[in-house]
C-alpha cells in the first residue's frame, strides 16, 4: 500500500470537527437530549473532541457513549477461528430512550458499519432520532445510509483506501488516501 496523499492535516480536521459540532448545535436547536456515541475506534476519540468543542461553543457538556458493534457486524461468518472477535463492549452513561443520539465514525464507507451501530442502539432503547456524524465520506455505499454531518467528502475509486490516522491511536491527526 503507498500513499497518495494527504486530503486532511490537524488543523484540516480541528476545522471540520468544529463545522460539525455547530451544525449539530443548529439542525437540533441546540443539545438538549442529545448523545454522541463513538463507534469504535476512532468514532469514540472524534466523539470525545465533538463533545468538547460542543461545550466551548455552548458551555454544557453532550454526554458521550462507545459502541461495538463486533457481534452485530453481517460479516462475522467469514471470520475464521484465528480470528475470533474481540467484543469490548459498550458504554452509554445514559439512558438513550427518548434522545438524540448522534453516531460518530471516522469514515463512511459502504454503510455497513452504521447499519450495525444502529442495531446496537436500538438493542439498548428507543431513541427519539439516530443522527450520524462521519470524519470522511468515501461514497460506495451498498446500503442507503446517509450521514447527517460530513467532515469533507472525498470521492475515492474502489482501488483506493482512506487511512484516519488521530493521536489518541496513532500519534499523529491526518487522513490519508492510498493505493490498496
Avoid: W
Avoid at 443520539?101 to 464507507?109: A, E, H, P, Q, R
Avoid at 475509486?157 to 490498496?180: F, M, P
Amino acid at each position: 500500500m503507498s500513499q497518495k496523499a494527504i486530503v486532511l492535516d490537524e488543523q484540516a480536521i480541528r476545522r471540520a470537527l468544529t463545522r460539525i459540532a455547530h451544525e449539530i448545535i443548529e439542525r437540533n436547536k441546540g443539545i438538549k437530549n442529545c448523545i454522541l456515541v463513538g463507534i469504535r475506534t476512532r468514532g469514540i476519540y472524534l466523539a470525545d473532541r465533538l463533545s468538547a468543542r460542543i461545550e466551548q461553543i455552548e458551555g454544557t457538556k453532550v454526554p458521550v457513549g462507545e459502541i461495538d458493534i463486533t457481534l452485530y457486524r453481517d460479516d462475522l461468518t467469514k471470520i475464521t477461528v484465528d480470528q475470533e472477535p474481540v467484543v469490548k463492549g459498550n458504554n452509554i452513561p445514559i439512558d438513550i430512550n427518548n434522545q438524540i443520539v448522534i453516531l460518530v465514525d471516522d469514515v463512511l464507507f459502504t454503510g455497513r458499519t452504521v447499519r450495525a451501530a444502529i442495531d446496537a442502539v436500538i438493542d439498548l432503547g428507543r431513541p427519539a432520532a439516530v443522527q450520524l456524524a462521519v470524519l470522511v465520506d468515501r461514497g460506495h455505499r451498498e446500503l442507503p445510509i446517509r450521514a447527517d454531518y460530513v467532515g469533507k467528502n472525498i470521492p475515492t475509486s474502489s482501488s483506493e483506501k482512506i487511512v484516519v490516522e488521530l493521536t489518541e491511536v496513532d500519534e499523529n491527526d491526518q487522513v490519508s488516501i492510498y493505493d490498496k
